[in-house]
């Protein structure tokens, strides 16, 4: 996998999501756990450029890059030419001068299209309109982390049809997850991810159902997972959205439809009217503080994969 880029799960089979996983608990069994000094990117350079506000991706990758023994630079709109002063052709070639690698949050998936065509190194996605995999992967490794294991979990999103559902169904399917979609109607996935969705579950013998209804999605699932109702670039929507969304926040009477042992997760940034405050502050059940802080351990896994040979000393986990 060294010198491919990371922009949409899509990319990766299922062995390589699983090397991706298993990386990543080596990563943070052997660091964090064990407290070893494990810095492989060192002389390694990280550009992140960032279009839009971030709290995790912006502090996992720089500061994971960090404890790989790499050196990040962090680069806002107003610091860099990107796509403003500066056409993206020019920034990718110039950019591929000076670092190894690039992390890009943008508005477009073109833009990280365009980066990594003209760019001659890998270029990773830190979300875009459409995708957001390096979510999808520390949203899996906590589940694997919880379930032990993540081949036949049952997942009920209830949300928006948007950038964070769309990699789940790209990453989970093929680990074995069966996934049952509740959006609102006109707030539908894209269709041709959904093409590529359905793909997908029919090659990896998965389930995947689309509804109206949140109660259809949750009825019998482990987790649920849910995610703002405007994402950024949709602020001028909010009012609109609030009303269409109505009856879709996650609340203990929704919840109570799933399995006994039903879990809750969000990406983060949160807010209230998507989830209420018993189900995610539920300490038993919402499981967000952890998928946040593997955020920091998955993309150290990615980031150092796309750069180097990585063999994991620690068992591979079941997946
Ligand atoms: N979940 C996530 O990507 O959060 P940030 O927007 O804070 O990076
Ligand atoms: N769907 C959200 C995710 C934020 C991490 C957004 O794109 O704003």
Redesign the pocket.
């Known amino acids: 996998m060294v010198g491919q880029d990371f922009l949409t799960l899509r990319d990766f089979n299922k062995a390589e999501i699983e090397q991706f996983l298993w990386t990543a608990n080596d990563l943070k069994t052997r660091i964090k756990l064990n407290g070893e000094r494990y810095e492989p990117l060192q002389g390694k350079s990280l550009a992140l450029i960032f279009q839009?506000?971030?709290?995790?991706?912006?502090?996992?990758s720089e500061t994971g890059f960090a404890l790989l023994g790499g050196k990040p630079c962090f680069l806002s709109p107003e610091d860099i030419h990107l796509g403003v002063n500066e056409c993206i052709l020019d920034s990718a070639r110039v950019l591929s001068g000076f670092v190894d690698i690039i992390l890009a949050?943008v508005y477009a998936q073109q833009t990280l299209d365009e980066l990594a065509a003209e760019g001659s190194i890998p270029v990773v996605s830190?979300?875009s309109d459409t995708y957001?995999p390096?979510?999808t992967l520390?949203d899996l490794l906590t589940l694997q982390e919880h379930f032990g294991k993540l081949k036949g979990l049952k997942m009920a999103w209830v949300g928006d049809g948007n950038n964070?559902i769309h990699s789940l169904m790209m990453g989970g399917l093929p680990m074995g997850v069966d996934i049952n979609i509740a959006t609102p109607k006109g707030y539908e996935c894209d269709s041709v991810v959904v093409k590529d969705a359905v793909a997908l579950a029919e090659k990896h013998g998965t389930k995947l159902n689309f509804t109206n209804d949140p109660k259809e999605a949750v009825h019998k699932s482990d987790v649920i997972v849910t995610d703002t109702w405007v994402s950024?670039g949709q602020e001028e929507e909010a009012k609109i959205r609030l009303k269409a969304f109505d009856g879709y926040q996650v609340d203990a009477k929704m919840a109570s439809l799933a399995n006994p042992d039903w879990v809750f997760l969000h990406?983060?940034?949160r807010h209230p009217e998507e989830v209420s405050d018993e189900v995610f502050y539920d300490a038993k059940r919402s499981l967000v503080w952890q998928e946040?802080e593997n955020?920091k351990w998955t993309v150290m896994s990615i980031l150092l994969h796309l750069l180097k040979e990585h063999i994991p000393t620690t068992p591979k986990p079941n997946f």
């Open positions: 839009k506000r971030s709290t995790r991706t912006r502090l996992s949050r830190g979300l957001h390096l979510q520390a964070i950024m990406c983060l940034p946040a955020r």
